[in-house]
């Protein structure tokens, strides 16, 4: 089967602009305004139950059906600040095949008839945001981008934003704030971005997934019913897994939804690649729960409800691999660390919460824990969770809850000595106290 993301595996110049026309290139967004109202492109990707590919898994078509039809402003953002450890498919798109994720972008703005499109790239992404932007005047030449684009009555233009390198403005609403030039740290909700208010500059906004926007061009081409068949029934389509960690073959591999965890970790990954086994897989990089890698557990399908089951999440499918050598203590440890330094700080439970998991964990691997330290540890995080303005707080409670849940006889093994039995301090006799601290009198 042909890709249909990663095309530039099929079609190695599909970057330029001239190669990516000459194999379909732009038919989906000149179909779409064309031969369908904005009304009609909506309902097809709705029809096609794509859903996002950043992380939620939410139905593509019917964030864009919120936008209000009456508003005269309205704002299209791509969320490409692609942050999450071991997460690096965007960047293949972005890099190898810009010109599909602008199309799809360009869909998606004539589907709620925007005004512009913002691309707000990751800091680190400089490289690839010099690219995008020569990409977007080679494509406004064309008329593609702009004014009365096609020859008719509908203008949108295309900008590229870097950011500086904050994990926070992956969340949306950090990710406007950051865009507007405040301080990236996610906004009270409602109003939500589909809201006046809530959006871009306060104004109704869609934001997407480079990813899921990649999904759109395919889509207005071979149609609703041809994607359905990709993929499951609630899980239609490709998806990109990045794979990386105790893995023979690390890299990032497009696989239709559904297929299963031991096809893609052995026949595509090729295993460890040494004698060693499987012991756990983050599936979202550092913030989805860690689960062990079992027989059982390889041949289920990857979908977001599966993932579910396994109590985990499928999140932007960025695979992290740990074979039996590692120390689930260790690993935990460093993923609070990170979470840890990418609060914004703006909520209290996050900000003090991270500091002090840290600060336990800290004493765990440094063998100065007791058993009541493992409980506190398990009652703060759980404390923690959903008492935020955004996921950060619930992302950083993962790696913790789910090592002590699956891995909890590693922890033990670090603590020496058991806790000492609870007792209350009897305070010293005062006269005691009084002689311990008196000094001789002067002269």
Not at 70 to 91: I, L
Not at 185 to 196: D, L, S, T
Not at 209 to 232: F, Q
Request: proline share 7%; aromatic share 10%.
């Amino acid at each position: 089967m042909a890709y249909i993301l990663l095309r530039d595996l099929d079609i190695p110049d599909i970057g330029k602009l001239d190669v990516y026309t000459a194999n379909g290139g732009w038919e989906g967004f000149k179909k779409a305004v064309t031969q369908h109202t904005p009304d009609e492109v909506i309902n097809i990707v709705i029809d096609s139950n794509l859903r996002g590919r950043g992380g939620a898994g939410f139905s593509a078509g019917r964030k864009w059906s919120f936008i209000p039809k009456n508003e005269p402003v309205k704002y299209v953002v791509v969320n490409a600040d692609e942050s999450e450890p071991g997460t690096f498919k965007d960047r293949q798109i972005m890099e190898k095949n810009p010109y599909q994720l602008i199309e799809g972008a360009m869909i998606c703005a004539y589907a709620i008839q925007a005004t512009a499109v913002y691309i707000y790239c990751r800091g680190e992404f400089w490289d690839l945001a010099h690219n995008l932007e020569a990409c977007i005047a080679e494509a406004r030449q064309q008329n593609l981008i702009g004014q009365n684009i096609l020859g008719g009555n509908w203008s949108c233009d295309m900008f590229v934003h870097l950011g500086a390198g904050a994990y926070i403005c992956g969340e949306e609403s950090a990710l406007l704030n950051s865009l507007q030039g405040f301080l990236g740290q996610p906004r009270v909700r409602p109003p939500f971005p589909a809201q006046k208010g809530g959006g871009l500059y306060y104004e109704p906004t869609v934001v997407n997934n480079v990813e899921t926007l990649a999904n759109v061009p395919w889509i207005l081409v071979n149609g609703a019913a041809e994607y359905k068949k990709i993929g499951t029934p609630e899980s239609p389509g490709p998806k990109i897994f990045s794979v990386s960690g105790h893995v023979a073959r690390p890299g990032n591999y497009e696989v239709p939804l559904g297929t299963t965890f031991r096809e893609l970790l052995f026949d595509k990954a090729g295993g460890t690649g040494t004698n060693k086994a499987f012991k756990a897989l983050l599936p979202s990089g550092a913030s989805g729960p860690v689960i062990p890698v079992t027989e059982q557990m390889l041949d289920t399908p990857m979908t977001y409800e599966a993932l579910g089951k396994l109590g985990s999440t499928l999140g932007s499918a960025s695979f992290i691999l740990m074979d039996e050598s590692t120390d689930m203590v260790w690993a935990a440890y460093k993923m609070i660390k990170f979470f840890k330094h990418e609060s914004c700080g703006k909520c209290t439970p996050c900000r003090e919460g991270t500091h002090w998991l840290a600060k336990l964990m800290e004493h765990v691997i440094h063998g100065q824990a007791t058993m009541l330290d493992l409980e506190k540890l398990e009652n703060v995080a759980k404390q923690m969770n959903g008492k935020s303005l955004c996921a950060l707080n619930d992302f950083a409670i993962n790696p913790i809850l789910a090592t002590l849940k699956h891995f909890r006889s590693e922890y033990v093994a670090y603590i020496k000595t058991p806790a000492p039995a609870a007792k209350p301090k009897q305070p010293a006799p005062v006269k005691k106290q009084l002689e311990e601290v008196a000094e001789p009198a002067g002269d």
